[in-house]
């Protein structure tokens, strides 16, 4: 009886495991990678981020744009769970396999990492398994072949880089440093466990952008429309009385501007702006209050 009972439980969490699959393709998600070097000297560590916007056809296909700083190709998934990816301009007619989140155990996977165009990397895939993210089991793929590398549905490499499953560099290392969706921390490589905050340090991988609802009388922001394609104005609610500051940065760290907010409005001009993602940060006498981000299209 037991050994049944427990059978049965086996199959209804691989049932439910298999009806429940994490997209990878969407406009909610946020990747970071870090960046390294220390040969030679100096010693230097920044992190990218990767996103997906927009809805693009092309030939018979639906494709997200892909960002990293700007705009640099087209990505679609399929209903079994393979991952697409296509470089600009349109008049690129050919697609490539980037994910296969739906390969079993033996299989055998060709796939063209854009940051090693037009070459390609053979994986064979070693084992299927699941790991707990964030309240869910979600498949975990471990692969050898050209290079190790090991994928988690829906987020991608867990080593290198959402954009560079299987790549690796000489002189510059890359690997994977965090997954946020919906502007909260899923799965972190810098962590001792998912869904941890962020911590408090130099190179955190994603600062929080979220409003905290049940307080009030902190200030929040809004960015109207997001994304920026001619006109936005950016409003602060909450905190009356307060005078704030506003910094803007690009996504290598950069300060784009820094202007004082009246009347808790702020103009933000397209024509300012390169396309690509920004960080603002918000500050009153001097001190940090929130941060948000807005696209620029």
């Known amino acids: 009886m037991k050994t049944r009972l427990l059978l049965i439980l086996l199959l209804s969490h691989l049932i439910s495991y298999g009806q429940s699959f994490e997209m990878f393709v969407d406009s909610?998600?946020?990747?970071?990678?870090?960046?390294?070097?220390?040969f030679p000297p100096p010693y230097w560590e920044c992190t990218s981020y990767t996103w997906f916007h927009g809805d693009i056809v092309i030939g018979p296909y639906h494709y997200m744009e892909v960002y990293d700083e700007t705009m640099c190709g087209y990505i679609r998934e399929d209903s079994t769970n393979k991952v697409f990816y296509r470089y600009c301009p349109e008049s690129d007619t050919l697609e490539r396999l980037l994910y296969d989140f739906g390969a079993e155990a033996g299989d055998t996977l060709e796939i063209f990492p854009p940051a090693?165009?037009?070459d390609s990397l053979t994986f064979i895939v070693e084992s299927i398994d699941s790991v707990w993210v964030c309240?869910?089991?979600?498949?975990?793929?471990?692969?050898?072949?050209?290079?190790?590398d090991t994928w988690?549905?829906?987020?991608?490499?867990?080593?290198?880089?959402?954009?560079?499953?299987?790549?690796?560099f000489v002189g510059v290392s890359n690997s994977f440093y965090c997954y946020i969706q919906n502007?909260?921390?899923?799965?972190?490589?810098?962590?001792?466990?998912?869904?941890?905050?962020?911590?408090?340090?130099?190179?955190?991988?994603?600062?929080?952008?979220?409003?905290?609802e049940a307080e009030p009388e902190n200030p929040h922001v809004t960015v109207i429309p997001n994304p920026v394609t001619s006109t936005s104005v950016l409003t602060i609610g909450g905190a009356a009385?307060?005078?704030f500051l506003i910094e803007i940065y690009s996504l290598t760290g950069e300060k784009i501007r820094t202007a004082a907010v009246k009347n808790r409005r702020l103009l933000i001009n397209r024509t300012d702006f390169t396309p690509g993602l920004y960080i603002y940060r918000l500050y009153t006498r001097e001190k940090p209050?929130?941060?948000?981000?807005?696209v620029v299209e």
């Open 28 to 38: 909610t998600k946020l990747w970071s990678t870090l960046w390294w070097s220390g």
């Open 116 to 118: 090693i165009y037009p």
């Open 135 to 148: 309240n869910r089991f979600m498949k975990i793929i471990q692969l050898t072949g050209d290079s190790g």
């Open 152 to 168: 988690i549905e829906g987020i991608g490499s867990i080593v290198y880089g959402v954009m560079m499953p299987g790549v690796f």
């Open 183 to 212: 502007d909260t921390i899923k799965y972190s490589s810098s962590f001792t466990s998912p869904c941890e905050p962020c911590p408090t340090d130099t190179l955190c991988c994603y600062i929080p952008m979220g409003i905290n």
């Open 241 to 243: 009385g307060k005078d």
């Open 289 to 294: 209050v929130i941060s948000g981000k807005f």
